[in-house]
């Protein structure tokens, strides 16, 4: 039988609801969110009934965001349904666009809830069929499309992509510039059912607004100065597959109302044109802007931010990757070095560690760039601080550093330098450097590993 969880701190409702339910579901109660999140990992049910109110702190909604959140990063394709209040609508819209699959409004009434129960069954299977026709190769989309990441959130973000391809849901793509939104659009597409259809990115914020209408939807002949024969917009080139709407934060709100229209009935007309058009494709959007502000502002749309943000995947920036920056810069090295025709390149122990210094406001964009550039512009085989555009040695203050360092990121730090610079001045001579650092080879080689400091940078 199907696995079912219910999480309510009231006795009297979850014994009601297993009673009710008992007979169609094997159904798994937990009275808070310990509980449910042990139940959660260990049993891992398809659908939870999730209480927004919750011990220790029933009085508010904190504790059922933390399970729901916790959850939806476990397992991002599991249907919860929020219990909430009557007078919690503000809540209820906020776990939906958390991620959460419907809400119910207390007291349950058990065939009211049973249906909605019985459709997030229904739509899990149908993506877990879905997702066991994908070809196996999508399981490691990290690898297979060129996307490179070890740390945990990118590891979220590759286990994310790889169980929505197999739907056909909405998907919303946030993140800062340059941190790779079209990359994942591309890879959602190449690992789902479509990818045998086209992809076509589409740029909202770099289209003048007269234009970007006919360039989504298409013109009839005619339909204004210079219309002179019927042209099809990027929707109808988009039939069969997926269309990216990169910035969509930049879309003007009349064309987010014929969007709106478009993404509840399947269906577009054509500027100048009255024919219903009938579209098949996929819709993923992508922003660097905060939605939620722009709604507050009225320049974004509610009801269609819930509609092109059934699922929510959130990039990291560079800065807080760790030592991804190192083995993507390693990649871009070895891919320019080829395209320049350039002899086999590394990173100077400096370069590397200016590498994982900076902050790259421009992310994986900003990275690409000067390694590109280095790689043009360097004159020997190690490249370093200044050939990737830095022309000084930035020194973090101590206050700044003891402010922001604890005592083993600290240490870890110095250990990083003084490696570094020992292999430095050994010119990569790992035993003259372990000599130099009054250490065993077999100890440095266990403090590069440690600290993530492969031999190839050093």
């Given amino acids: 039988m199907e696995k079912l969880l219910i999480v309510d701190d009231n006795q009297d409702i979850r014994q009601q609801l297993k009673w009710g339910l008992n007979q169609d579901f094997q159904v798994l109660l937990a009275a808070d969110g310990r509980e449910a999140l042990t139940s959660f990992k260990k049993e891992r049910p398809s659908v939870v009934v999730l209480d927004l109110g919750l011990p220790p702190n029933a009085d508010t909604s904190v504790e059922g965001f933390r399970c729901l959140e916790e959850m939806l990063v476990i397992n991002p394709a599991v249907k919860i349904i929020m219990l909430t209040g009557n007078n919690e609508r503000e809540n209820a819209l906020r776990a939906m666009r958390t991620g959460a699959f419907d809400f119910y409004a207390k007291p349950p009434i058990l065939s009211e809830l049973k249906v909605i129960i019985g459709r997030a069954f229904h739509l899990a299977n149908i993506e877990e069929q879905n997702l066991s026709l994908v070809e196996p190769d999508a399981a490691d989309l990290g690898d297979q499309w060129g996307m490179v990441g070890s740390c945990p959130e990118m590891q979220a973000v590759f286990s994310t992509i790889r169980k929505v391809s197999a739907s056909n849901a909405p998907i919303l793509i946030t993140g800062e510039s340059g941190t790779g939104k079209e990359l994942v659009a591309?890879?959602?597409?190449?690992?789902?059912?479509?990818?045998?259809?086209?992809?076509?990115?589409?740029?909202?914020?770099?289209?003048?607004?007269?234009?970007?209408e006919s360039e989504l939807f298409g013109h009839e002949k005619g339909a204004f100065t210079g219309a002179h024969v019927a042209v099809q917009g990027k929707l109808t080139y988009a039939q069969r597959g997926t269309l990216f709407l990169d910035e969509i934060g930049e879309l003007p709100v009349n064309l987010q109302v014929k969007l709106l229209r478009f993404l509840q009935e399947g269906t577009i007309?054509?500027?100048?044109?009255r024919e219903e058009i009938t579209i098949d494709t996929r819709t993923i959007c992508a922003t660097n802007v905060d939605i939620e502000r722009a709604i507050q502002e009225g320049k974004f749309r509610e009801d269609l931010y819930y509609r092109i943000g059934v699922i929510n995947i959130k990039l990291p920036p560079l800065r807080e990757r760790g030592d991804d920056v190192v083995a993507i810069s390693e990649k871009f090295l070895k891919f320019y070095a080829?395209?320049?025709?350039k002899k086999t390149m590394r990173f100077s122990p400096a370069g590397a560690a200016f590498l994982r210094r900076h902050d790259w406001p421009g992310n994986v964009r900003e990275l690409r760039n000067?390694?590109?550039?280095?790689?043009?512009?360097?004159?020997?085989?190690s490249i370093g601080p200044l050939d990737l555009g830095c022309d000084t040695e930035p020194q973090t203050p101590p206050e700044k550093l003891r402010d922001q360092l604890s005592l083993r990121e600290a240490r870890e730090r110095m250990e990083r330098e003084m490696i570094l610079a020992a292999i430095e001045r050994q010119s990569g001579n790992i035993l003259k450097a372990a000599e130099d650092l009054g250490i065993s080879r077999p100890t440095l080689y266990d403090l590069m590993r440690k600290l993530s400091l492969h031999q190839g940078t050093v």
């Avoid at 591309?186 to 789902?192: C, G, K, L, R």
């Avoid at 045998?196 to 007269?210: D, T």
């Avoid at 080829?338 to 025709?341: V, Y």
């Fill in 269 to 273: 007309q054509r500027v100048g044109g």
């Fill in 186 to 212: 591309s890879a959602i597409h190449e690992a789902s059912l479509r990818r045998k259809g086209p992809f076509v990115p589409i740029n909202c914020g770099a289209i003048p607004e007269n234009l970007l």
């Fill in 370 to 381: 000067r390694v590109q550039r280095a790689v043009i512009m360097c004159e020997g085989t």
């Fill in 338 to 341: 080829k395209e320049n025709k």
